[in-house]
């Protein structure tokens, strides 16, 4: 809390974030002495952030505070960026944005099993990660064709840093938005020859895990 003389304009904040630093909006609370500290991010990642009252730099020691009171275990403030940068993790996945395609160029036959990358990302183009406090979204592979029986391989995307399923509470990179994509594969067998269409289905993601 701070003092009630104390004006908006006092406080400034901002995430260092690239092209442009993302500066924060301060508004008063409805609790004297309490101030409420606002900013949009796009670009996930993790950022360095500066909170400062007249000058003197307070966000480190506001994060710690936080911290602190929470009683969050050192693993848990790591995963929120610790006490001087900030974790912008991706938004929900969106379908618009999740790419999928096929391994491979050549000729389809009957009885071949053809693999499918799916590329899973959130609505402003952030490549899509996983951590057990963010569980995996839910995808399936179709492939239809008339007269044919439908083929559907279902899978739960495994991308994450690093890529293997056993790594739950792994933590991106800073940098992790100029790492090549990330993609979870899905596998069909095709036994009718056939003209098909192959689509990926995106069962939103309503719930989070927990450690």
């Known amino acids: ?21 993302t500066t924060m ?9 309490q101030f409420i ?8 990642g993790t950022f360095t952030i500066s909170i400062t009252i007249e000058g003197t730099e307070i966000g480190s020691r506001l994060r710690i505070g936080a911290f602190t009171l929470g009683g969050l275990p050192a693993s848990q403030i790591a995963m929120f960026g610790g006490n001087d940068a900030l974790i912008i993790r ?33 609505a402003f183009g952030n490549v899509q990660y996983y951590t057990s406090m ?24 495994l991308a994450c840093f690093p890529i293997p399923a056993d790594h739950p509470n792994c933590n991106p990179p800073a940098d992790y938005t100029s790492i090549s994509p990330i993609t979870s594969t899905a596998t069909l067998t095709f036994l009718s ?11 939103e993601r309503t719930v989070l895990g927990t450690d």
Request: zero cysteines; aromatic letters at 8%; charged letters at 10%.
């Open 1 to 21: 809390q701070m003092g009630t003389w104390l004006p908006t304009t006092a406080i400034r904040g901002s995430l260092q974030t690239t092209p442009a630093s």
């Open 37 to 44: 500290i606002a900013y949009t991010v796009a670009t996930a």
């Open 90 to 122: 991706p938004y929900f996945s969106a379908a618009a944005q999740t790419v999928i395609s096929r391994q491979g160029t050549g000729v389809v036959r009957a009885g071949d099993v053809v693999t499918f990358n799916i590329q899973a990302m959130d």
């Open 25 to 33: 909006v301060v508004s008063q609370a409805f609790i004297p002495g």
């Open 134 to 157: 963010y569980p995996e979204d839910i995808l399936s592979v179709v492939a239809a064709t008339l007269g044919r029986p439908t083929l559907t391989a279902a899978l739960t995307t």
């Open 193 to 203: 020859t056939g003209a098909y269409s192959v689509a990926a289905t995106l069962r």
